[in-house]
Every structure is written in C-alpha cells, then in structure tokens.
C-alpha cells in the first residue's frame, strides 16, 4: 500500500513501480537560495561546514522542512573524497573546487590514495546517521559522489572550465595515464558511495556535472567504462542509483546503459524525448529549467506542466531541476512547485 504511511515514493518512482504522487526533489535545495543557509552557515568555508556533522545534518534537513520535499539530498560536495586523500583541493566561494597544483602527470597518481571512510570522513558517515534517525522513512536520504570524469575535470584543469581542453587533450594524448586516474578516481567515488549507504543513505547519485562535454564516441571510450565500473561496485547494496550530467542529450542512450535505474536529465531535452533515448527500463530524473523558477508564478506553472504532461502516463518519473537550483531562486516558488507536483503529477500515480 501506498499512503501516509507507506513506502516511499522516491524510491518506488526509481524502481518504475506505482506511486501516491510524484515525488520531487530540487539538486541544491539546500544552500544559497535559503535565509535559514545562509544564516546557520556563517562565513566559513564550506568544507568546514561539512566536516561538522551536526550543521551538515541541519543544513540537510532545512529544505526538508521548508518544502516537504520527497528526499533529502546529504549536505556535501563532490570534492570531499580527492580532499580528504590529500589531493589538495578547496572550493572558492561564487566559483568552485580549486586546484593549487593541478594534475599533470604519472608522479600525481601518488596524490590520490584509496579512501578509507572510517579514518577519511568520519564526519560524512556520522551526518548519514543522525539523518537517518530524524527523518521521516517516507523521505530517503540520498548519498552522492562525484563521477570520475567529472572529478578528474577539475584536478586537470585547477578549476572550473568552459572548454575542458587540458582534460580532453589529456586523454587523448595519454589514453595510459587518463585510464590509471579515472581508475583511482573510481575507487575513490565507489567507496565513498558505499560508506554513505552503510550509513543508511537509502539512494546515491552519481553527478557526472560536466559530461556533456564531451562527443558520445569520448563519452563511450573514455568515460563511460569507468562510470559503469563504479555503478557496478554499488549494485549489490541493492539501492536506487541515480546518473545525471549537464547537456547530455547525445549521450542518453549510452547513459541508459551504464547500470543505473535513474538518469537525470537537464532541460534541453523534453522529457518524453529524453526518456525515448535513454531506453525503456530505466527511470528519468527532471528536468525543469532553474532558471525558469526566477520567472513570474504563471511561467514556472505552465512550464512545470509542460514537464508533468510529457512525463505522464508511464511510471518512473522523478520530478527535479534541469540543474541545481540558483542562488536568486525565490524559496517561495519552490514550495509552490512541489505542491503543484503533488496535486497534478500523474506519472504512475495509482488511480
Ligand atoms: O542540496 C544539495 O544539493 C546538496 C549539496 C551539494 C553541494 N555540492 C553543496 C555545495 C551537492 C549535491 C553538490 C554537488 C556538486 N559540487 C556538484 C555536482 C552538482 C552540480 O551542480 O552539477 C559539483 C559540480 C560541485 C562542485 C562545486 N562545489 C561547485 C560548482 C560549487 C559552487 C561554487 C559556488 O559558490 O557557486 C561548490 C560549492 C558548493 N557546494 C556550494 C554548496 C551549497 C555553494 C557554496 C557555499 O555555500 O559555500
């Protein structure tokens, strides 16, 4: 059954099963965007706030609260497992991960040791259950990790790129060393994924941000191995897997065969679109612009509609952003957003 007290809808909508309603959950609810954030955060960096397990666990749980969404997404950042091996990494306020020394050849290998969860990121684990105590069972946690490719984008390149050259004149010039680094980088997202779910995250998401890119042929040889790989080294934990990238729509195919049950998809691609490409037995994550959220109320209805009618009929479909939610994002609308999905959404919705 179904209902107040039944299983959670998040993640019967992951295994393409019936749900009360569609579930819905914002990438980024947490952050910016939010007074409460903005408040209990402070000034600090953003690594430190995150090395605390209680202002993580609370800063988790704000969007939770404030819009009864129907998952809670970890406060934590995909850098954290490359920073706490060592790598030398921090995240720049209003611009992202930064790298001092970024990663140039076979000597940098050395730099990315495997994670030890219990000694690396205590913290990360200790967050996962004190939220899983306080929240309702209804409303899963979701882990994540960074995807290899996206992770190695910001080692190679010591910042955020518009071009991705260093990263793609990398693997084509050394396909060698590019397979050694995405391997480490494998190791690196799969243990962590696998800490969080021991923890009791009852869902992961792999964020490959920076995927699109890349051509589909790139994608297949140079990525996709690896993300399979560390999709597979999850598998037996038998929890939803979530696959999303930024401007994928060429690679949804070959992202529907990775091993995911879910692929999340920006909002380039209308969903029923998406979802032809993407394959049958997979469910989709989206994929409503954010930036439609800053536009008059009538706008971001119409257009959640738009989303809601493609997506309908079939079950499977988790209703999100494109992308993360921006900072301007008024929390207002969101709110609004998720009880307009919860009164109109009928993708596998049980009559
Ligand atoms: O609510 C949530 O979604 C959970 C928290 C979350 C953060 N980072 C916290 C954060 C998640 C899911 C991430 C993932 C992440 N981090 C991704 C993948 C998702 C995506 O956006 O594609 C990427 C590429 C990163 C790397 C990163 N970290 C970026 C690009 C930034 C933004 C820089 C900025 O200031 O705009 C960060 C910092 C960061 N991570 C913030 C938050 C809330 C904002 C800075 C802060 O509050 O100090």
């Known amino acids: 059954m179904s209902g107040p007290t039944g299983p959670a809808p998040f993640l019967q909508a992951c295994r393409r099963q019936p749900v009360a309603h569609v579930p819905v959950w914002f990438m980024r609810q947490a952050g910016r965007s939010l007074p409460e954030y903005r408040r209990a955060r402070g000034n600090g960096s953003i690594l430190a706030a995150i090395a605390e397990p209680e202002l993580a666990a609370e800063l988790t749980m704000q969007p939770v609260r404030r819009y009864g969404v129907d998952a809670a997404v970890l406060f934590s950042d995909i850098i954290v497992p490359v920073h706490a091996v060592g790598f030398g990494i ?67 390149e010591g910042g955020p790129s518009r071009t991705f050259a260093r990263v793609k004149s990398l693997m084509h010039a050394d396909p060698g060393l590019w397979s050694a680094l995405m391997d480490r980088l494998a190791d690196l997202s799969g243990a962590f994924l696998r800490a969080q779910v021991e923890a009791g995250a009852a869902a992961v998401q792999l964020f490959d941000s920076w995927a699109g890119a890349l051509s589909v042929t790139d994608y297949e040889r140079f990525v996709l191995p690896t993300t399979r790989r560390v999709l597979a080294g999850v598998a037996d934990l038998g929890v939803p897997a979530v696959l999303f990238g930024v401007g994928t729509g060429e690679l949804l195919g070959a992202m ?55 997506a309908g009929g079939a079950p499977g479909h988790i209703f999100n952003l494109g992308h993360g939610v921006l900072p301007e994002t008024d929390p207002g609308v969101l709110g609004a957003l998720v009880d307009l999905v919860h009164a109109e959404g009928r993708a596998g919705v049980v009559p």
């Open 90 to 156: 921090d995240v720049e306020p209003g611009r992202g991960p930064v790298v001092e020394a970024p990663f140039r050849s076979v000597d940098d290998l050395r730099r990315l040791r495997p994670l030890e969860p219990e000694a690396d990121v205590p913290y990360v684990t200790e967050a996962v259950k004190l939220l899983v105590a306080e929240l309702d069972p209804r409303v899963p946690l979701i882990g994540f990790a960074g995807a290899p490719f996206t992770v190695a984008s910001y080692l190679i």
């Open 256 to 310: 529907g065969g990775a091993g995911a049950g879910v692929v999340g998809v920006d909002w380039r691609v209308p969903i029923d679109e998406a979802r032809r490409r993407i394959g049958p037995d997979v469910a989709v994550q989206g994929n409503l612009d954010p930036a439609v959220c800053l536009a008059p109320w009538e706008v971001v209805a119409a257009e959640a509609r738009d989303v809601l009618e493609r």
